[in-house]
Every structure is written in structure tokens, then in C-alpha cells.
């Protein structure tokens, strides 16, 4: 019995190291507040403030296929510690300035590592977890996950107003608050008794992956993917934004509008697993992109708060689980290549690089409009996907 209960406090330890690890793993989510902060800390153009989302999420281009092969050789847990340490290195570099040359590395460093954790820390969780349970831990960790998104933007604006005489450091507290958590989830992962399992799974190449493009449908969902991770990551970003120069905020008080993106975000993660399981998943993506379409139009003309603040919640609702249909869609079409989409389709949030740095370069052109511009036509593609997905391989 003693031996039983040993094994359940083993067991509980695990899975709790491995919540911590997706709490860590959302540090992802707060480049779009941190690039307004930096943009009016250091007066730099849109553009340039712009490039440093886009540094971080270019790498889900390039690293996810050598990051794969690294987890094959040394193991997940291996791959997933080694990730989190240089993300370490991540978060140290802000503390010591605020100049951009810093904050340039330390957001390169941020994406090679996220995305190498990201890629070995869900196959980690199937080293303890199997069946359902599986699924219910993925999803608490990715509520977990964006918690973490949700909770970035308020840590920066306490910092910002109420610890700049504490600490000297401002906003940049978040990268301290972060690096805090880094290392509690390195400690708590390196003593849980999760073994470290290498696989024996052939190697997926970028040719391999890439030639799958050559399927129509699975380029258009692969440019849907891009879409979606786009309008995320530049929701992130522009929201501050719009709140700043029409309701005429301080960035202190501007940065909840990408809290509330991410508060509707999570509202509508619960309420879409609902609604898909009663409807067709092409009816699902049609319903959530129009929702998308409708708020986008509404911000060309919003300049009330009240108004604003309704298109930024249906944003967040309607591109809440656009992800798991573009990548179930995509299997659908081709159920014997599982391995090789979903290589892709993670590789497919480099959508998140693109739309920033050209609605930065889009911003500094014509001014907010502009930028809002760039982000309606990911919004129109995913109107046009929508439609073509009721004639494709499965609009059921």
C-alpha cells in the first residue's frame, strides 16, 4: 500500500513537471507585447519592432525537421531539458539592457528553443500518459499554455508601472518572471522519474516534407496554417496598438487588449471542443472564419472602446481551433503520411515571422490601416479555404 501511494506521488510529481513545462513553454506568446514595449522604449520604426516576432518565429521554418532528429538521439526528456536550458540563456540577456542588438538575440535564442521544446515536449507526455488521458493532459497543458500567453501582458504592464523603482528593470521583468519559471520546470523535469526514451522512428526530411506540397489541398491547408499563426501572432501584436492610437492609451494601459485576445482565445477553446462535436468541421471552420471576417472589418472603423474591444474577443473566438481542422483536414487527405503532415504543419507557424514584419513595414507606409491591410488578406485566404473545404477531400 505505502509502495502504491509512492507511486501515485512519483506519478502526480511527473505530470505537474510537465505542466510547468508548458506554463514555460508560453513564453512564446509574449514577443507581440514585448515588441510594442521595445518600440516605444527605444523609438524604433514598426518595421523594425516588428522583425523581432518574426525572429522568433521563423525558426518553426528551419529547426522543427534538425530539431526532430536531435530528440531521436538523445531522447525526449534529453531534448526537451537541453531546449529549456537555452531558453535560459533566453531570458538572461533582456536583464542586463534594453538594447535592440540584446533583445535581438534573446528572441532568436527564444525561438530555436521554443520550438525545439515544443517539437519533444508533446511526445514526452505519451512517456507516462496513454489513451484518453493522453488527450486531457495535451489539452490541460495547452490551457496551461496559454495561461501563460494570458498572464504575459499583466507581469510587463505591474512591471511598467509599480517595480521600475525595485527592480530598474520595467517590462523587462517578464523575462525575469520567466526565467524564474524556466528553472523550476529544468529542476522539476530533471527529477522526475519520466525515463528518457529514444526512438527508433525513421527521420523526416525537409524534402520528404515539402514534396507533400505537391497535393493542392495539403499546400492550401499548410497555407492555412501560415494564415492562422499569422493573424495569432499579429493579433498579439497589433491590439496594443489599435488601442494606443485610437483610444489615445499609454502602453502600460494599452497592453490588455492582448490579454483580452488571449482571454477570448481560451473562452473560445472551450467553447469550440463543444460546438465541434454537433456540427461538420467545414460548417465549424466556415462559423469561426466568419467571425474573424466580421471583427477585421470592424476594426478599419472602430474607435470606441466598447466596439474594439467586441472584434478583439471575436478574433480571439473565431481563430481559437482553426489549427486542429486545417491539421485533421489535412491527414484526412492523405491518412498514410500522419508523420510527415504534422512535420509540416508545425513548420507552418512560421506564418507567425511573415505577417508581423509586413505589417510593420506596412505601418511605417500608410499608418494603422495599412497594417490592419496585411492581416485582412490572411483573413480572406482562410474565407476562400473555408469555402473550398465543402468541395474537397472531406467536408464533413
Wanted: aromatic share 14%.
Amino acid at each position: 500500500m505505502t509502495e502504491e501511494i509512492k507511486k501515485n506521488e512519483y506519478r502526480f510529481f511527473s505530470i505537474m513537471s510537465l505542466i510547468i513545462c508548458f506554463y514555460a513553454m508560453g513564453a512564446i506568446e509574449m514577443v507581440g507585447i514585448a515588441s510594442n514595449y521595445i518600440r516605444v522604449e527605444l523609438h524604433t520604426s514598426d518595421a523594425k519592432a516588428n522583425l523581432l516576432p518574426s525572429l522568433v518565429y521563423i525558426w518553426f521554418l528551419i529547426i522543427t525537421v534538425p530539431a526532430g532528429l536531435l530528440m531521436n538521439k538523445i531522447g525526449r526528456k534529453n531534448a526537451v531539458l537541453l531546449s529549456m536550458s537555452l531558453m535560459l540563456f533566453a531570458m538572461l540577456f533582456p536583464l542586463f539592457g534594453a538594447s535592440y542588438n540584446l533583445m535581438l538575440f534573446s528572441f532568436i535564442l527564444l525561438g530555436i528553443s521554443n520550438v525545439s521544446m515544443q517539437t519533444s515536449l508533446y511526445p514526452l507526455v505519451s512517456n507516462i500518459i496513454e489513451g484518453k488521458k493522453l488527450a486531457r493532459i495535451l489539452t490541460a497543458g495547452q490551457f496551461i499554455k496559454t495561461m501563460s500567453s494570458f498572464s504575459a501582458p499583466y507581469i510587463a504592464m505591474l512591471g511598467a508601472l509599480y517595480l521600475i523603482h525595485f527592480f530598474k528593470l520595467g517590462w523587462r521583468v517578464l523575462f525575469l518572471f520567466y526565467f524564474i519559471v524556466t528553472i523550476i520546470a529544468i529542476l522539476m523535469l530533471y527529477f522526475s522519474n519520466i525515463k528518457n526514451i529514444k526512438t527508433e522512428e525513421k527521420p523526416i526530411s525537409f524534402l520528404e516534407s515539402f514534396s507533400l506540397l505537391k497535393n493542392k489541398f495539403i499546400l492550401l491547408s499548410f497555407i492555412g496554417v501560415m494564415c492562422h499563426v499569422g493573424i495569432d501572432i499579429s493579433t498579439n501584436v497589433v491590439a496594443p496598438k489599435i488601442m494606443m492610437y485610437r483610444l489615445d492609451l499609454v502602453i502600460e494601459k494599452a497592453s490588455f487588449g492582448a490579454s483580452l485576445y488571449f482571454i477570448s482565445r481560451l473562452a473560445g477553446c472551450f467553447l469550440w471542443t463543444l460546438l465541434l462535436n454537433k456540427m461538420s468541421r467545414a460548417k465549424f471552420f466556415y462559423i469561426s472564419v466568419s467571425l474573424i471576417l466580421f471583427a477585421m472589418i470592424g476594426l478599419f472603423f472602430a474607435h470606441s472602446k466598447t466596439l474594439i474591444y467586441i472584434c478583439i474577443i471575436m478574433i480571439g473566438l473565431g481563430n481559437a481551433n482553426l489549427f486542429p481542422v486545417l491539421f485533421s483536414q489535412a491527414v484526412l487527405c492523405m491518412p498514410n503520411q500522419k508523420n510527415v503532415i504534422s512535420t509540416l504543419m508545425i513548420m507552418g507557424q512560421a506564418g507567425g515571422a511573415i505577417f508581423p514584419i509586413l505589417m510593420g513595414l506596412a505601418f511605417d507606409k500608410v499608418g494603422l490601416i495599412g497594417s490592419l491591410s496585411v492581416l485582412f488578406i490572411a483573413v480572406i485566404y482562410l474565407v476562400f479555404f473555408s469555402i473550398r473545404m465543402r468541395k474537397s477531400c472531406m467536408g464533413s
